[in-house]
């Protein structure tokens, strides 16, 4: 088997086998099934997406969230689509034990803890999407609620399930802030979106393959036609452009198809910011492994740099930067009395 065709080969491979398990949900209901196994929630200003499945009609998940006076307790309740099974939201606050009537229709195993006040938002079927930038996709909200906190303590905020196979989100929070590596791990967390939206793992990654394998086909045909020695580390360059080339037709294909739905925004000037930049840096990190052997301090450190940016600029699913990186400390070693071209 060539050369070519090995590295496309293991690189499928990789990325339909490790994509999944990063691309995870992050919540499960089986996890936090009622008030005494609910979820707490870290820093509740901070902005979180919590993803989640109701399997049964009536099946209930829990989170708790401790709040101190002066926050704010934002809450979105959203459904992957418009026509996904719509669950209510329910808030208990420490207060007088008081609640809604409205609590009486939910089920039976449902009860408010001693000195804690209920208040259920009911879900409602959206008639329209709105445009997020940063996924990019169709986010369909049914549920909101905000309240500004006087008393301090544990919150408990409860999804309810109307119908069999209930899936939801739960926006959190309103500072929008990242650690270094919540920041890198977006890429995947993205993915995650997708497959909760219910896209394939396959349908998401098609354009990002093509890209790839079908560059590495190219280029590799185009060096052996010129008789072209390409080092290790000109590979490493060549693929890490390859896949932010192709980390950046994900996001163009899935704002196309987030636009079919909401219709035009103006945030798209956003999410093509983030689609640029990767195609920019695509390039140039493949003009740098199809030019150079990387033999030199300086063209290795132009290759470290496009594996740094693309790890701030989301670009290439990870998978990019590592390669840039990687191709930046791989040490070559040209053999004496080797005269080839090296490209």
Not at 22 to 35: F, G, I, K, T
């Amino acid at each position: 088997m060539n050369l070519q065709w090995r590295l496309a080969v293991v690189l499928v491979l990789v990325l339909c086998f490790a994509l999944p398990v990063l691309a995870h949900v992050p919540v499960s209901a089986e996890e936090n099934y009622d008030l005494n196994t609910s979820l707490p929630v870290e820093n509740p200003t901070k902005s979180y997406v919590l993803y989640g499945d109701l399997y049964e009609a009536g099946d209930e998940a829990w989170y708790q969230l401790r709040m101190n006076p002066g926050d704010l307790l934002i809450l979105s309740l959203m459904t992957p689509g418009y026509n996904a099974s719509v669950p209510d939201l329910i808030v208990m606050s420490p207060g007088t034990n008081s609640f809604s009537e409205g609590l009486r229709e939910l089920p039976k195993t449902f009860s408010v803890p001693q000195g804690y006040e209920a208040t259920i938002i009911r879900g409602i079927t959206p008639r329209n999407a709105a445009y997020e930038p940063f996924s990019p996709s169709a986010v369909f909200k049914v549920a909101s609620y905000t309240q500004e906190i006087t008393i301090p303590g544990i919150y408990y905020v409860a999804v309810v399930s109307p119908a069999d196979e209930t899936r939801y989100s739960l926006g959190v929070g309103y500072v929008e802030e990242f650690t270094p590596l919540e920041w890198i791990l977006v890429p995947p967390g993205v993915i995650s979106t997708h497959i909760w939206e219910g896209q394939s793992i396959l349908a998401v990654l098609t354009p990002f393959l093509a890209v790839v394998v079908l560059g590495i086909i190219v280029i590799a045909r185009r060096g052996k036609r010129k008789e072209l020695h390409i080092t290790h580390s000109s590979w490493l360059a060549t693929i890490a452009g390859l896949c932010y080339l192709g980390g950046a037709a994900i996001t163009l294909v899935q704002m196309v198809r987030a636009l079919a739905v909401t219709g035009l925004s103006s945030s798209i000037a956003l999410t093509l910011f983030f689609a640029i930049i990767p195609v920019v840096l695509g390039i140039w990190a493949l003009r740098v492994g199809r030019s150079s052997s990387m033999r030199t301090i300086q063209e290795r450190g132009v290759i470290l740099l496009i594996g740094i940016l693309g790890l701030v600029f989301w670009a290439g699913l990870i998978l990019g930067p590592v390669l840039a990186i990687g191709a930046a400390l791989l040490p070559e070693k040209r053999e004496r009395g080797d005269n080839r071209n090296y490209v």
